[in-house]
């Protein structure tokens, strides 16, 4: 467990006990994240995020000892019993690398919208600031919520249309 999260491991910590600077290391992986990172409940195509997954994180805000977090509620978090197997790692390896790439790496990301007789709704940061440069032909653009733009974060949506709809969500 300590290989997915070596970057936050502190050398001095180890010699303190063998579980707690694991444990320190994701809570600090945590810390780093995005505020929208840490509280995201939809992909921005609308998809819930992976209960799991959220139950990971909610565990990593929990005051709870090591020892109890790494064998006992981090494999319960997970679905498995309450020990430790193989595939709990498996699984915080993907949590982890899910709420890495949740965020846009670099200053901006691009989406491609084909969209023919149909509805496509994208989730997005209030704070980020989105390019809409979508053809439209017997289709519509519509935007709910208010986009801050407060972010350096900005995403550029391109494609087209036609004869659907395409909604920009602010969360």
């Given at each position: 467990?300590?290989?997915?999260?070596?970057?936050?491991?502190?050398?001095?910590?180890?010699?303190?006990?063998e579980h707690?600077?694991?444990?320190?290391?994701?809570?600090?992986?945590?810390?780093?994240?995005?505020?929208?990172?840490?509280?995201?409940?939809r992909t921005?195509?609308?998809?819930?995020?992976?209960?799991?997954?959220?139950?990971?994180?909610?565990?990593?805000?929990?005051?709870?000892?090591?020892?109890?977090?790494?064998?006992?509620?981090?494999?319960?978090?997970?679905?498995?019993?309450?020990?430790?197997?193989?595939?709990?790692?498996?699984?915080?390896?993907?949590?982890?690398?899910?709420?890495?790439?949740?965020?846009?790496?670099?200053?901006?990301?691009?989406?491609?919208?084909?969209?023919?007789?149909?509805?496509?709704?994208?989730?997005?940061?209030?704070?980020?600031?989105?390019?809409?440069?979508?053809?439209?032909?017997?289709?519509?653009?519509?935007?709910?919520?208010?986009?801050?733009?407060?972010?350096?974060?900005?995403?550029?949506?391109?494609?087209?249309?036609?004869?659907?709809?395409?909604?920009?969500?602010?969360?």
């Amino acid at each position: 467990m300590a290989g997915i999260f070596h970057d936050y491991v502190l050398e001095a910590e180890k010699a303190n006990n063998e579980h707690d600077y694991v444990v320190l290391a994701m809570r600090r992986w945590y810390m780093s994240l995005p505020k929208y990172a840490k509280e995201i409940k939809r992909t921005i195509s609308g998809e819930k995020v992976d209960k799991r997954y959220t139950a990971f994180t909610r565990l990593l805000r929990q005051n709870i000892g090591s020892h109890e977090f790494l064998f006992q509620r981090l494999p319960e978090a997970f679905g498995y019993a309450a020990e430790f197997e193989p595939g709990v790692v498996e699984n915080v390896a993907a949590a982890k690398n899910y709420f890495d790439n949740a965020i846009i790496q670099g200053e901006s990301a691009t989406v491609h919208i084909d969209n023919s007789f149909g509805e496509v709704s994208l989730y997005v940061p209030r704070a980020w600031k989105v390019d809409v440069n979508v053809d439209k032909a017997f289709g519509g653009i519509n935007m709910r919520g208010r986009m801050e733009g407060t972010s350096t974060h900005r995403l550029i949506v391109t494609g087209e249309t036609n004869f659907g709809a395409l909604t920009i969500v602010f969360i």
